[in-house]
């Protein structure tokens, strides 16, 4: 019994063992190995990206500046200054949108907190820089990822259900409601 042992020892057989498996393996698969920049493996349905803010296709902005995305987020990315339209009191508009993505979880409770839906998770996720202040984004380029990522827009909602747009006091352009 020693004398097998001493030969194991001798031949180095668990190493010996361990590599007949390594090349069964080796010989028996095929490599799973992607060539990144040129083949990209398929995002799942549910992935959350980039955040974007989003436009009617009239190219007018989704955001009415409610401040509830600001609210929403549990890491305080999100800033937003807003103003209210001149001339008419009722409506409001986001004056400035920032965004600081270095500190953003992707949790996408601020997409689910909009009541406009005018913000939107992209796919994109290859956001590497050199200067972590290139992602601190402003509205312009928010817009414009919105642009990239979501070519295909809705239409106003006054446009959509134009039993709104009777009940909305905000335009006093439109007929009123015939009683």
């Known amino acids: 019994m020693k004398i097998k042992e001493w030969i194991k020892t001798l031949t180095f057989y ?5 590599m007949k498996t390594t090349m069964s393996h080796l010989l ?13 493996k398929p995002l799942p349905e549910n992935y ?11 190219e007018t902005e989704k955001c009415v500046g409610c401040d509830l995305c600001e609210a929403a987020c549990p890491s305080r990315v999100i800033r937003v200054v807003s103003a209210e339209v001149p001339g008419e009191p009722t409506k409001r508009y986001s004056k400035e949108y920032y ?17 406009v839906d005018a913000l939107g998770m992209t796919r994109e996720f290859e956001w590497a820089v050199y200067d972590k202040r290139n992602l601190h984004l402003n509205k312009q380029q928010l817009l414009a990822i919105g ?10 909602i006054e446009f959509q259900h134009p039993n709104v747009a ?8 439109l007929p009123q409601k015939e009683s």
Request: with cysteine.
């Open 14 to 18: 668990e190493l010996l063992l361990g």
């Open 166 to 173: 009777h009940f909305n006091v905000a335009f006093q352009s």
């Open 48 to 58: 959350r990206g980039m955040l974007a803010l989003l436009k009617y296709d009239d």
């Open 147 to 156: 642009d990239r990522a979501f070519p295909v827009r809705e239409k106003r």
């Open 99 to 115: 965004m600081d993505m270095t500190r953003c979880l992707f949790c996408g409770l601020c997409v689910q907190a909009c009541p």
């Open 28 to 40: 028996r698969y095929k490599p799973i190995t992607i060539q990144y920049p040129h083949e990209k």
